[in-house]
């Protein structure tokens, strides 16, 4: 729900120097501090199929807690980068709580945390080595994306519009900085567009129904949340 920077934008200046690439220890390390994150995420999904309402709860507020425990498992070096990692994941578990709850008002506030993690991951992007001067040109797509359904949704909005736009405009910028560090990070930044677009459809736009629905948005949520991990833990901050 938001453009993104023209490719003519010059990239922001980094504060940090890409490390060297892992070596075969460190990816071990790495792949197995993430064990317990991916089991959980299979774990969600299956349950969701199910459909027990108890069980989706207990384990959606265990996901993010896993990722966290995976960046701490890591060894990643200590500073401004890690503490915003470890932020945006915290503020995406206040989302994922506050968004169990019903009506507008725990949307709202579980929409705020979610839209907080995104400033995180914002200011942790402009903080890392990009791959070039210039975002990359199909991050313009992000732009088309974010006109499309303010207008397919904005009939449908009512009271919650301002905040849907606020939040997609930040959204779209973490993705398109996401693009601009590319790899695992940039897929994982894509990921979380597509996630909460099926998100928003689901809310707001009338006759919108696919029984698939909860799976789709959380498959894709998991995956972007992981990817973005495990791409900054890789390449940026060790």
Do not use: C
Not at 17 to 31: G, H, K
Not at 172 to 199: E, H, N, Q, R, T
């Amino acid at each position: 729900m938001t453009p993104a920077a023209p490719a003519s934008v010059p990239a922001p200046d980094t504060e940090e120097v890409a490390p060297e690439p892992l070596a075969r220890t460190d990816r071990r390390r790495l792949a197995a501090a993430f064990v317990p994150y991916v089991l959980l995420a299979i774990v969600h999904l299956v349950v969701i199929q199910v459909g027990d309402a108890a069980a989706i709860t207990a384990t959606k507020l265990l996901l993010m807690p896993a990722l966290a425990v995976a960046v701490l498992l890591a060894r990643p070096s200590r500073g401004v980068a890690l503490g915003l990692l470890l932020a945006a994941i915290g503020l995406s578990w206040g989302g994922d709580a506050l968004l169990t709850g019903r009506g507008d008002g725990w949307f709202v506030a579980g929409l705020l945390s979610f839209l907080a993690a995104h400033v995180a991951y914002v200011v942790l992007f402009l903080r890392l080595p990009a791959n070039g001067r210039r975002l990359p040109w199909w991050t313009l797509a992000y732009g088309v994306w974010f006109a499309g359904f303010l207008a397919l949704l904005a009939p449908g909005l009512g009271g919650l519009l301002v905040p849907v736009v606020v939040y997609g405009l930040v959204l779209g910028a973490m993705a398109a900085l996401a693009g601009g560090l590319g790899g695992l990070v940039a897929l994982g930044g894509a990921l979380f567009v597509a996630s909460d677009s099926v998100l928003a459809l689901g809310r707001f736009l009338p006759g919108y129904d696919v029984a698939v629905h909860d799976l789709v948005v959380m498959s894709t949520y998991l995956a972007a949340q992981g990817l973005i991990v495990l791409g900054v833990l890789t390449r940026h901050v060790r």
